[in-house]
């Protein structure tokens, strides 16, 4: 068991700090159900927000790529915003290849990790929904 003056210091620091200094736990800030969604090419990256309830103050980050690529690309028109959704439909645009979403959630300073798509390949959601 912890010594009372430990637990003390803690409870002290803990007030001071208006409870900042501790991180929520950032698994359940994650984005929940990532995925795209498919209708006449028109291709968009939809969420939900995590299990913690953070309010109007959560922004989202979204981020693609191609299967194979390394690199992951910024989605500057949905950096930082607040809807639960993205438009990728010109990131998406070759109907063969694979691709893969990702969207990583902000509040209070303190991120998410990223929630990554299935893989995603335009012409197979085409083919499947028709």
């Known amino acids: 068991t912890m010594p009372k003056h430990c637990f003390l210091g803690f409870l002290v620091s803990f007030l001071l700090t208006g409870g900042e200094g501790i991180p929520p736990a950032l698994d359940s800030l ?3 159900r990532v995925q795209f969604r498919s209708r006449n090419f028109h291709n968009v990256l939809h969420w939900q927000p995590g299990r913690t309830l ?3 103050s959560s922004t ?3 981020q693609y790529k191609m ?3 390394r690199q992951w690309q910024n989605k500057e028109d949905c950096w930082g ?3 639960l959704f993205c438009d990728l439909t010109n ?3 070759d109907l063969q290849e694979p ?4 969207v990583r959630m902000a509040s209070a300073g303190s991120y998410s990790d990223w929630s990554v798509t299935r893989r995603f ?3 197979w959601e085409r083919a499947t929904s028709i």
């Open 60 to 62: 989202y980050f979204v």
């Open 121 to 123: 390949i335009p012409w």
């Open 30 to 32: 994650k984005p929940q």
């Open 54 to 56: 953070t309010g109007n």
């Open 67 to 69: 299967y194979g690529q």
């Open 81 to 83: 915003i607040q809807e």
């Open 99 to 102: 691709y893969y979403g990702r």
């Open 91 to 93: 990131e998406t645009s």
